[in-house]
């Protein structure tokens, strides 16, 4: 008798260590985190974890989103609480997203590109936004069909080049492959053209929270 309750005990802590390595291995990978770096060169206003800049008729903010911030804004604005950049519960985040205001203080209008955005490391790899075009084709590679559903999502991108009249706002998300796991800072540049045909340009330095201070980017 005693026999089968120590077999039948086993059993059972075994079964509880199997659903302990089930329940690890459903877990997240952890991957690196990064911040506003206020310190970098040239840095421009940092109010609390929003970037502020701008010239003397435009203004900008940029601010990093989770997850559940980037799907939070696609709720908001599109009413759909669809996320085609969300990845399986047990993998990593597979981007970085920014949601970006800008506004046109000024008396004549503004154009802006999102691929004249890119998120530049400090191992050299140049990133530019992505797009759902981007998303449909990489389901038609692996033989997957795009969802028509995602298509409503467009609205709460920035993957066109925008027209923004005098008192306008715009605002919407950029979004970037994730960065090489030994990047240990980055830079998002926003580019945009003014009324007189002159470039403005923001600069948005983020590093490694991990990161110690000294340490070469």
């Keep these: 008798m ?11 802590a075994l079964a509880g260590l199997c659903c302990a390595i089930a329940a690890s291995a459903a877990e997240p990978v952890p991957v690196a985190q990064f911040e506003p770096d206020p310190a970098a060169d040239g840095a421009g206003t940092l109010q609390g974890s929003t970037w502020v800049g701008g010239g003397a008729t435009w203004k900008v903010w940029i601010k990093q989103l989770d997850n559940a911030e980037r799907l939070n804004f696609i ?33 004549g209008g503004l154009s802006f590109n999102p691929l004249s955005c890119w ?11 992505r797009g759902l075009a981007d998303l449909s ?20 991108l920035f993957e066109r080049v925008i027209s923004l009249p005098p008192g306008d706002t715009a605002s919407g998300l950029l979004v970037y492959e994730r960065v090489q796991k030994k990047t240990k800072r980055w830079t998002l540049g926003l580019r945009l053209t003014l009324p007189d045909g002159e470039r403005g340009t923001f600069n ?13 980017g």
């Design 204 to 216: 948005a330095p983020y590093r490694r929270t991990d990161l110690k201070k000294g340490s070469d």
């Design 119 to 129: 998120l530049k490391t400090n191992r050299n790899k140049v990133l530019l936004p």
């Design 137 to 156: 084709f990489n389901y038609r590679v692996t033989g997957r069909e795009f969802p028509a559903a995602y298509e409503n999502v467009q609205d709460a």
């Design 2 to 12: 005693n026999g089968r309750i120590t077999t039948f005990g086993r059993c059972l």
């Design 75 to 107: 709720e908001r604005t599109t009413g759909l609480a669809i996320d085609p950049f969300a990845g399986r519960p047990d993998e990593p985040p597979a981007y970085h997203t920014f949601l970006v205001v800008l506004e046109n203080q000024g008396s």
